[in-house]
């Protein structure tokens, strides 16, 4: 009986020790503490002389103190003393929250990680109420195990969700993990109460622009840019938030802030592409072309397809066929894409180079009709892609109404009606969908009656051009056919 008394009573007492060891720094020592720490890197023997003197007497036993002298110590990296006063601290409580989260402190100054996760862990077990613990050793396993960083934070957060502070980690470790929406979801908690450094804004306006909230991500980029004018991040994010908003001239301002720098190691494929893209709004070809070459270089294997999907759109609009073509096959292989939108956009550009005029074209005729081997070759390679869009989407008009205009520059006096069979095939799609557009169906409607107009079949071609008629009544073109073949057939 006597034996238990004992217990209890030894247990109260080292309870009543460790309760009054947990206890915070009086404001007065600390400052004393601050105004001594600030000397340590100017003159260190006199900081070390004035920390043992603060240490005598009624504080002998202060373990809050030794610890946050210990901590001033390796503020200013002098990590052997700052293990001497974590030493004592733990000599004079093994069990302090403070000393283990200073000795995983210093153990992480060494990389010994596991030393560091196993003393932050301690310090947890110790004082559960200790945000400072928890928030060491969630940083600590963020880039190995974000998973058990989250959970010890919710863990905090379940017993102190007054704490604002712990949002802004979990939204760190949300970040990590990629999940976006509940980064946002905790950053938006921390925003709206608490005390958002340089680094918040950043991520925050991230953040912000992920979810595609760019009127916000601006707003927040350009608070923290207020704190600090050169944040990278935030730069980059006035950039792209000004090109999303349509503030292009705005975006180009930003981006040439962003740019004028002399070191490019920071700088990642996207953001030549963003600039790229301002600047073709402001049709600066040239200078986007420029732009996009040098997202390619930051991407050797090919790992970012729409570079070349993008670039192949500045060819086009520089009229420069071949190299658009160039661009979009390496888009498509790189993709790996199968999607038959993805192929159609490839018969289109063959088609458009096919157009386009010819200033350089071989004067050797592979047709009756003049079209030259460069001409012919894009016309075959269009032909063949939207057969296969034909056969992919039989129930689509595009496969067969592309041949059809494909076939028609190979036919341009229409002496040979190549492209009758698409049209036609085209037409009996277009009539049958209800919402089909009225210019695609004139367009096949025109060339039928215009092909037996050609022949002298006039009764053959009347039909069509009274369909035409009856879609766009004020068709003057079409009036002055009908006009023709109706005086022709009398």
Request: glycine letters at 4%.
């Amino acid at each position: 009986m006597i034996s238990k008394k004992l217990c209890v009573v030894c247990c109260s007492l080292f309870l009543s020790a460790t309760l009054w060891a947990q206890k915070p720094l009086s404001d007065d020592l600390q400052q004393q503490v601050n105004q001594i720490a600030a000397t340590i890197k100017d003159d260190p023997s006199s900081a070390m002389k004035a920390f043992y003197e603060l240490t005598k007497g009624k504080n002998k036993k202060n373990v809050a103190l030794v610890v946050a002298i210990g901590n001033a110590f390796l503020d200013n990296d002098k990590v052997d003393q700052a293990k001497s006063y974590a030493t004592k601290a733990g000599e004079m409580d093994s069990r302090n929250a403070g000393y283990c989260i200073l000795a995983g402190d210093i153990a992480l100054k060494e990389k010994k990680v596991g030393v560091a996760g196993g003393l932050y862990e301690q310090a947890i077990m110790a004082d559960k109420d200790n945000f400072e613990a928890y928030r060491k050793y969630a940083r600590l396993y963020l880039g190995v195990n974000p998973e058990l960083s989250v959970e010890k934070l919710l863990e905090f957060k379940e017993k102190h969700p007054e704490e604002v502070n712990v949002n802004r980690e979990l939204g760190n470790a949300y970040y990590q993990m990629k999940q976006y929406g509940n980064a946002k979801t905790a950053y938006d908690a921390f925003m709206q109460v608490g005390t958002p450094d340089e680094q918040d804004y950043a991520r925050y306006s991230n953040l912000l622009f992920l979810s595609k909230d760019y009127a916000e991500s601006l707003e927040t980029a350009t608070k923290g840019l207020a704190l600090n004018p050169e944040d990278h991040l935030m730069k980059r994010l006035l950039m792209y938030n000004n090109y999303e908003m349509k503030k292009y001239p705005e975006g180009i301002a930003a981006a040439e802030k962003f740019f004028a720098v002399e070191d490019t190691t920071n700088f990642v494929y996207l953001d030549y592409m963003y600039y790229g893209r301002l600047l073709l709004t402001q049709k600066q070809d040239s200078q986007a072309l420029e732009q996009y070459n040098k997202a390619l270089a930051l991407d050797p294997n090919g790992e970012h397809p729409e570079i070349q999907k993008e670039l192949s759109g500045v060819y086009e609009g520089m009229l420069n066929y071949p190299a658009a073509i160039d661009s979009y096959k390496k888009y498509l292989e790189q993709a790996k894409s199968e999607e038959v939108t993805d192929l159609f956009m490839l018969g289109r550009l063959y088609y458009m180079a096919a157009s386009a005029p010819e200033t350089n074209a071989n004067p050797a005729d592979t047709t009756a009709t003049g079209i030259s081997t460069v001409k012919a070759g894009y016309i075959a390679e269009a032909d063949t892609i939207f057969a296969q869009v034909a056969e992919r989407v039989p129930d689509s008009y595009l496969g067969s109404f592309w041949r059809a205009r494909v076939n028609s520059l190979a036919d341009p006096e229409t002496t040979l009606g190549l492209a009758k069979p698409y049209y036609e095939q085209a037409l009996a799609i277009l009539e049958a969908n209800p919402n089909s557009a009225p210019a695609n169906i004139v367009e096949c409607l025109r060339y039928l009656g215009y092909y037996y107009v050609v022949k002298e079949e006039y009764e053959s071609s009347m039909p069509y051009w009274n369909k035409v008629l009856e879609i766009s009544p004020d068709d003057a073109a079409a009036k002055q056919v009908m006009e023709f073949v109706t005086n022709a057939t009398k």
